[in-house]
């Protein structure tokens, strides 16, 4: 089946550097990718819709200058956590749909 | 936007037992609905959807079923096994929106032996 890869899986970072997590359809190609946030016990939110080719829709409350997104291919979206903070810790999951959504193996962010 | 309520938030059944998840949405236009399973630090899985064009879909001891005029969808796992054990997430969103899902608050379903 189709399958979508996320890396890294885990992450540790100091608070007020940025870090960058990729998003890739391995064996088909998705126009559009999406991008969630899980926090502990919780469900999943979606932060924005990612375009390839063209800028990346947030959803309300989602600032875009803290988590840029770029989709510059049809296999790789990614997301960058720009000047991390420990309210930004959490579990972060793309998608891409091809005949359904397929989810990546997500991405734990600790912001230290 | 798109609003999705699910319950309960905790189930606890004991093996063998059915268990029956309930959501409601609130766009009238969302026209599909998956199901998704969730273990501890894994991605969710995709176990049943449903379009809006069908009311009942089932697969082995899992079904789905739809009210679009109540707008509510509903999860039943018959003859529960531990297996079984994990959170459950109900979404809703377009087809022809690529993925687009909005999710309910999901529910942790414990199997007791």
């Known amino acids: 089946g189709a399958v979508v890869s996320q890396h890294p899986s885990w992450v540790i970072c100091k608070s007020g550097t940025s870090v960058k997590i990729e998003c890739r359809s391995l064996d088909f190609q998705a126009t559009t990718m999406f991008w969630y946030r899980q926090f502990p016990k919780q469900s999943l939110m979606l932060m924005a819709t990612?375009?390839?080719?063209?800028?990346?829709?947030?959803e309300q409350g989602v600032e875009k200058d803290k988590f840029l997104i770029n989709h510059a291919s049809l296999t790789l979206s990614t997301l960058t956590v720009t000047s991390a903070h420990p309210e930004d810790s959490s579990f972060y999951i793309c998608?891409?749909?091809?005949?359904?959504?397929?989810f990546g193996q997500g991405t734990r962010l600790t912001v230290v | 936007g798109e609003n999705v309520e699910q319950h309960p938030s905790t189930l606890s059944v004991q093996e063998g037992d059915s268990a029956v998840i309930k959501c409601t949405y609130s766009d009238s236009a969302s026209n599909y609905f998956p199901w998704y399973k969730q273990e501890l630090g894994k991605r969710p899985q995709l176990i049943i959807d449903?379009?809006?064009?069908?009311g009942e879909k089932k697969d082995q001891r899992i079904a789905v079923t739809l009210n679009k005029t109540a707008k509510h969808f509903s999860l039943h796992i018959t003859e529960t096994q531990p297996e079984d054990s994990a959170v459950y997430f109900c979404?809703?969103?377009?087809?022809?929106?690529?993925?687009?899902?909005?999710f309910g608050q999901g529910t942790e379903l414990s199997v007791k032996p």
């Open positions: 990612s375009n390839e080719g063209s800028k990346a829709t947030y």
């Open positions: 998608s891409a749909r091809n005949h359904e959504a397929f």
């Open positions: 449903i379009r809006s064009n069908v």
């Open positions: 979404a809703a969103g377009l087809i022809n929106q690529g993925g687009k899902l909005i």
